[in-house]
């Protein structure tokens, strides 16, 4: 197995790159989280016309250009490099894998292509007020699993609820759990943005009244549901990954140019130690990362454990060199104008949403048999 990039995936990341440099600066990322929608229906445009991010994993038949997971794996992690303040994970990795992987082809047929082409935004609604994210969670109740389905109740922390023009739904109907799809401007639907620590990614409360529905999928108790959200982890490491690299760099180089006693502070003992620190937890995220994604594109047996082992791993080792960059910087990095806190915040919501790492470790356990 080769564990390096190939260089059209180093392309790749360049591209990205210098795409996102320009349209998600700080001064963007802080203007945008300002804001209600969160995003800048722009640039969110120039990525699915002039980059192609949002097709990158949809197959090539409806409209997507087939990409695999090691390749969206690359992108997010450029996002999360870059804190890109836009409806990319919600859309593409939680409600676009919900669809293409559910087997109901009109479905797939009428709704991947809106997604490729980057006019529909879309989410999964899965969480409640109980925060679960396990079958035991899942309360909201359907009509049906037939023609004319409706929903009644409530969804928590929907990411981009906000702004979603589609959403994937989990409710119970007929004495099992089933996914729904409902058009953002359906009857009975409403909405409210919840005040959230990360303004960078918009999270909303989303409230169901007899709201009609179309039946997705039956998810097989849970399990299937279970797969999109193993799916949803590794995807959110490899954005982890692109954070902390950041911030570790950010760190370094300020080790190198802050000055005190008239030394570089870098070459105390103690700032030595967290950089190095840094260094193999961030080596050791991206090893997590790069191989939970290979085994997300070959949807392989490993994916359930390696899903968890990467989701509790890197969300401690970003939110730790979040931590670590804002003691490295001293007072200056406790302030409002410095990013080091848009990462902090990043990496703590990160590593609470779909179960923090006390419960991906659980998980784990249960998962290779312990």
Not at 288 to 302: I, K
Request: proline share 2%; net charge negative.
């Amino acid at each position: 197995m080769n564990f390096a990039f190939t260089e059209e995936q180093e392309e790749l990341r360049s591209f990205i790159r210098s795409f996102l440099e320009e349209k998600s600066a700080e001064a963007t990322v802080r203007e945008l989280m300002d804001t209600e929608d969160g995003y800048d229906p722009a640039v969110w445009s120039q990525m699915a016309e002039q980059l192609g991010l949002q097709s990158m994993i949809i197959p090539e038949e409806y409209g997507g250009q087939g990409f695999g997971y090691v390749e969206l794996g690359i992108a997010l992690e450029e996002m999360g490099r870059s804190l890109l303040c836009a409806p990319f994970f919600s859309t593409v990795v939680l409600a676009g894998n919900a669809i293409m992987h559910s087997g109901n082809e009109d479905a797939k047929a009428a709704l991947l292509p809106g997604i490729a082409d980057g006019s529909t935004i879309a989410t999964l609604a899965l969480a409640e007020a109980n925060g679960r994210w396990d079958a035991e969670g899942v309360t909201v109740e359907a009509t049906g699993t037939g023609d004319g389905a409706s929903i009644t109740g409530e969804k928590m922390f929907v990411t981009d609820g906000g702004t979603a023009t589609l959403f994937v739904v989990a409710a119970r109907a007929d004495g099992g759990i089933h996914l729904y799809t409902v058009d953002g401007d359906a009857t009975g639907l409403s909405r409210e943005n919840l005040s959230t620590m990360d303004q960078t990614r918009k999270q909303a409360r989303i409230t169901f009244d007899g709201t009609p529905a179309s039946h997705l999928c039956d998810t097989n108790d849970f399990a299937y549901i279970s797969e999109i959200l193993d799916l949803a982890a590794v995807a959110l490491a490899n954005e982890q990954v692109g954070g902390a690299q950041f911030v570790m760099d950010m760190a370094v180089q300020y080790a190198k140019d802050r000055v005190q006693f008239g030394r570089p502070i870098g070459s105390f003992q103690a700032i030595k130690h967290k950089c190095a620190d840094m260094l193999l937890e961030v080596e050791s995220a991206k090893s997590a990362a790069y191989y939970g994604a290979w085994c997300a594109s070959e949807m392989n047996d490993e994916l359930p454990s390696v899903a968890s082992l990467a989701k509790a791993y890197c969300s401690e080792a970003y939110f730790h060199c979040a931590a670590e960059n804002i003691q490295i910087h001293g007072g200056i990095g406790f302030t409002w104008e410095h990013p080091a806190h848009l990462y902090f915040k990043r990496a703590k919501s990160s590593e609470l949403i779909f179960g923090d790492p006390a419960y991906h470790r659980e998980l784990l356990a249960q998962r290779i048999g312990l």
